[in-house]
């Protein structure tokens, strides 16, 4: 809430001196301290105006009032110098001023803060020396695990992560594109460095498919060294410039992880080749292979320690970026194979064995000579380029003049026809070289169609060029970089001011620089530099340089952006960029391009035995090259420009992302700041107007349905059901208007009633169609949103648990009532067998008890029968008093007699010297007695048993005459024992039982 109530503290400071672009409305002019009292002394700007109160007064005294009131502000604001570093967005800055911005960037710097918020452009200074903790892995993870990072100290990972989430957070994504831009030697190519750093470590958290991410994050990482070596050199102004442009593609898919990158490169510097400036160097690949090379590879390349190349100047000065093995390591990742690695380093050596071929004049009728030593270095050039010597030497001394498709003539080249051939020779081999090793970068990282959605993009473009010799190359970059400084004018200080008119704000125009009038001198129809200079080069006649700045003269002399220095004798031309004046040479600047490669060249290239050298000229029409019109020749300009258009275009798609390098000092040294320096790019790139139209206007615009459908819950506003799912028209969505204004207001009177009722108009605006926000008003309505989705959700958690108590309590009334009908109808089962069981029982029982009885009296009748056989026989009586008590008497019998004891049935073995005589009563019983508890009768040499022992009964009559199964696993009748225990002295079961009822 601190940060809101700053942020509104700065708004109403602004808002007090006008609508809009007050505090630079008389910046430029009231900025005495800096050295320009009027923006119209640099470059033809006009001074800008704001609104002041007293209009019926003379202009001249309203400026001097505004200057006088305006010095005074920056007087006040400048006294407290111990604070100016704390301004981490330039914003915050009253009066915004080139001099209160300069202080603030100085103080920032001095206090060793490189990056400052200035609307929405980040402004970065470059510290010339390594911060390493600024760029480290837990920097990286502590700005992308933010919730907020707009709340820590500006940083670039703030503008990576903005980038990201955009992506990730929008509902239906859009691609992302960051422009990093500058002057040479302000930091872009270390900024693109860490960006693409940043998004290989973030994009890549997904444990899916884990080795192929790993794989696309080296190779993206990988391809950064391979390209600096072989398109950066050390320029006057920055000893690691990026000498072609490249607009590198992230690829992310739906999940927003990193599947893959390609690259796209605009205008390789290849005369850099061939031609250094003083005090420059060729490309850093050259001075890698002679510093780094080994003793074998040396052999192999030709390229001993003592020898000196004429295209490598100094050689002597060490940089950081003359590394081989970092080269090589990168070429390894990315999938260049050994065998591939060592041609691109024999066709590198064959080139620079070639820069050190002299020509000697001679005769126009012959060749031009070559001394020995020039021989030597071209017999090692066409060894490397595995080329036949002599063909070498006649296609660069010799030219073949064609008419139509028939050879006419050979005509010897002079000294600087041959020097041109030479250094044509050299520059058509490296730059197809690089234009394969990008198409190699790209078929080894970039993902197929179907597997990505969107990208996020890296621009890495030359920064603004003005040398003391400035020809076909500067201009080049110039143009790229006024059509990048175009789209920023463009899409945010143009169209930002003219999108509020055309939504009804009251708005008072913030003036600012439009580099329109310089493009329309570049590129525009049907007369500029560009036409004329393609027009001059389809001509079939020799070039002339006075000759064509006298045309240049005649056609573009109404344009006030084009000048010329009458006192200078070298044909030249002066335009005036949106960074300063340029004075172009012309001499050179029609052949450069021409950019035209003998056909016999090609041939030659065509007949290597070097395969790479072959492929790299194999689609090259030598015959199409050589003969084609001049009307038809496509120069270095016009492919230049389609290029750009199309790089336009896809930054026109895409939702751009500014950062603005600034050089603090023109010698690269660490921690300087020259003011002078700062000054002219502040003013260049429109810093200034920037953070005018920042401070006063309003970044952030949301139409009204995306408006509602975000935070329309806020108030239980819903869209219609048709713009949801269709969207609206612009008439529709006018009528959403007082719904977004009623979410507005309730906001509004919910966070502050002072706010709501002082400052609606410096935090939001409800256009016609779209609603303006200030970050300030963005933060309360994501406050509040997050407040209403809470109360929501607790709202939704509350019933979601009381319909779970509810449900969970049906549920066990359910399960008891389930248990208890189970339960129930066990017992019943139960119950039902256990009468089934007692009933089979019983049936048993009483079947057995008249079995039991019939046998009785069987045994009865049996026991009468013998009592009167025994009578019968002459046997001695038995003592009446033994026969009452049912004792036995034994007697000597002369023959064995079978007596069988009743009512037991048992079987007893009887000898002839053994009488068993019993009662019908007494005598039962005793055997039964005797036989239940298991006695044995023992008389001499003559044992008796019963059968218990072997059956486990001890009576027939305990034996089941069927089988009876009992399937209870608890008996009603436990006492119903079948097998009692072996116990002699005990009685169970059945057999206690038969005792008892005998």
Request: proline share 5%.
């Amino acid at each position: 809430m601190a940060s809101v109530k700053q942020k509104l503290l700065f708004r109403s400071r602004n808002g007090v001196c006008g609508d809009g672009g007050d505090g630079g409305d008389g910046g430029d002019g009231g900025d005495g301290t800096a050295g320009r009292s009027t923006s119209s002394e640099k470059g033809g700007r006009e001074p800008r105006h704001g609104k002041v109160s007293g209009a019926n007064e003379p202009v001249q005294a309203r400026r001097k009032s505004l200057n006088d009131s305006l010095e005074g502000d920056v007087r006040a604001f400048l006294v407290n110098e111990a604070e100016l570093h704390t301004y981490d967005d330039l914003t915050k800055v009253n009066p915004v001023t080139p001099t209160t911005v300069l202080k603030c960037l100085q103080a920032r710097y001095s206090a060793r803060v490189f990056y400052t918020h200035a609307g929405c452009t980040l402004v970065a200074l470059n510290p010339f020396q390594p911060i390493p903790h600024l760029y480290s892995l837990d920097m990286m993870r502590e700005y992308h695990s933010a919730p907020q990072p707009q709340d820590f100290k500006p940083h670039i990972f703030i503008v990576a992560e903005e980038a990201y989430r955009n992506v990730q957070g929008q509902v239906e994504p859009v691609n992302q594109s960051l422009v990093v831009s500058g002057e040479s030697g302000a930091g872009k190519t270390w900024t693109s460095r860490c960006l693409m750093k940043y998004y290989a470590t973030v994009a890549v958290s997904s444990q899916k498919c884990q080795d192929t991410v790993e794989r696309i994050e080296r190779r993206v990482l990988d391809s950064n060294p391979v390209m600096e070596a072989f398109g950066n050199a050390c320029t006057l102004r920055n000893n690691n410039s990026s000498r072609f442009g490249k607009y590198i593609q992230l690829q992310l898919n739906s999940s927003q992880l990193l599947v893959g990158a390609s690259v796209q490169t605009y205008l390789l510097e290849k005369t850099r080749v061939a031609f250094q400036a003083p005090n420059e160097r060729n490309f850093h690949i050259f001075y890698q292979m002679m510093k780094g090379a080994s003793e074998k590879q040396r052999q192999e390349w030709e390229m001993p320690c003592d020898q000196r190349f004429a295209w490598l100047p100094n050689a002597d000065k060490t940089l950081e970026e003359d590394c081989l093995q970092e080269t090589v390591d990168g070429m390894i990742s990315l999938g260049i194979d050994a065998e591939k690695r060592a041609q691109i380093f024999r066709i590198l050596a064959g080139i620079l064995q070639l820069g050190n071929v002299n020509f000697s004049p001679a005769s126009e009728s012959q060749p031009c000579d070559l001394d020995e030593q020039s021989k030597d270095f071209l017999k090692k050039t066409a060894a490397l380029l595995q080329v036949p010597t002599e063909e070498l030497q006649e296609c660069v001394t010799v030219r073949t003049l064609r008419a139509g498709k028939q050879n006419v003539l050979l005509k010897p080249c002079s000294q600087s026809e041959c020097i041109i051939r030479r250094d044509c020779l050299a520059k058509v081999i490296y730059a197809q070289l690089f234009e394969w090793l990008v198409n190699f970068i790209n078929n080894s990282m970039s993902a197929d169609n179907s597997k990505w959605s969107n990208f996020i993009g890296l621009l890495d473009v030359y920064g603004f060029e003005c040398f003391l010799l400035n020809n076909l190359e500067q201009l080049c970059i110039n143009y790229a970089n006024e059509k990048l400084q175009q789209h920023f004018v463009a899409h945010y200080l143009k169209a930002q001011q003219e999108e509020y008119v055309a939504e009804g704000l009251q708005w008072s125009f913030v003036r600012y620089q439009d580099n329109q009038s310089c493009l329309d001198l570049i590129e525009g129809s049907p007369t500029s530099i560009f036409s004329l200079l393609n027009e001059e080069c389809r001509l079939n006649r020799p070039s002339d340089a006075k000759q064509f700045r006298v045309r240049l003269e005649k056609e573009l002399s109404g344009n006030t952006r084009m000048s010329w220095d009458k006192f200078s004798k070298q044909p030249h031309f002066i335009v005036a960029h949106y960074a300063g004046n340029v004075s172009y040479q012309i001499e050179g600047m029609m052949e450069k391009n021409k950019d035209p490669v003998p056909p016999e060249l090609l041939s030659l290239l065509q007949k290597s035995e070097d395969p790479l050298l072959q492929s790299l000229f194999a689609a090259w029409d030598t015959e199409g090259n050589g003969s084609r019109p001049h009307s038809k020749v496509v120069t270095v300009v016009s492919k230049f420009k389609n290029s750009l258009e199309s790089l336009m275009k896809i930054l026109h798609s895409t939702t751009p992302h500014y950062t603005r390098c600034i050089k603090p000092n023109p010698d690269c040294r660490p921690l300087t700041f020259k003011k002078e320096e700062v000054i002219t790019q502040l003013e260049a790139c429109g810093i200034v107007e920037t953070i005018h139209i920042s401070a006063a206007g309003f970044p952030i615009r949301v139409a009204y349905d995306s408006f509602l459908q975000r935070y329309g819950l806020i108030t239980n506003t819903r869209l219609p059901a048709q713009i949801n799912k269709d969207g609206c028209e612009s008439g529709e969505e006018a009528s959403l208007g007082p719904a977004v204004q009623t979410v507005v207001n309730t906001v509004l009177r919910s966070s502050d009633p002072s706010t709501y009722t002082n400052n609606n108009n410096l935090m939001v605006h409800c256009g016609k169609t779209k609603v303006f926000l200030t970050h300030a008003m963005l933060e309360l309505l994501e406050e509040q949103r997050g407040r209403v989705r809470s109360q929501k959700a607790f709202s939704i958690q509350c019933c979601w648990r009381r319909h779970q108590m509810r449900q969970r309590a049906i549920k066990t009334r359910s399960a008891t009532l389930i248990q208890a009908g189970v339960r129930a109808w066990l017992v019943r089962r139960e119950v039902r067998r256990w009468h089934k069981a007692a009933s089979v029982i019983q049936a048993k029982w009483r079947s057995w008890r008249a079995l039991m009885d019939a046998l009785a009296e069987a045994e009865l009748d049996d026991a009468e029968d013998l009592h009167e056989e025994e009578e019968s026989c002459s046997l001695p009586p038995l003592d009446p008093l033994l026969k009452e008590r049912g004792s036995v008497q034994l007697s000597s019998i002369p023959e064995p007699v079978a007596v069988r004891g009743w009512p037991l049935g048992l079987a007893m073995a009887s000898t002839p010297n053994i009488t068993v005589a019993f009662t019908a009563t007494g005598f039962q019983k005793v055997m039964s007695l005797m036989a239940t508890l298991k006695i044995p009768f023992r008389h001499g040499e003559y044992k008796v048993e019963t059968n218990q022992f072997d059956q486990g009964v001890a009576s027939i009559r305990a034996q089941p005459r069927g089988s009876v199964k009992l399937h209870m696993r608890r008996s009603p009748l436990r006492y119903a024992d079948m097998h009692p225990r072996h116990d002699p002295d005990g009685v169970t079961g059945l057999n206690q039982i038969l005792l008892e009822s005998v």
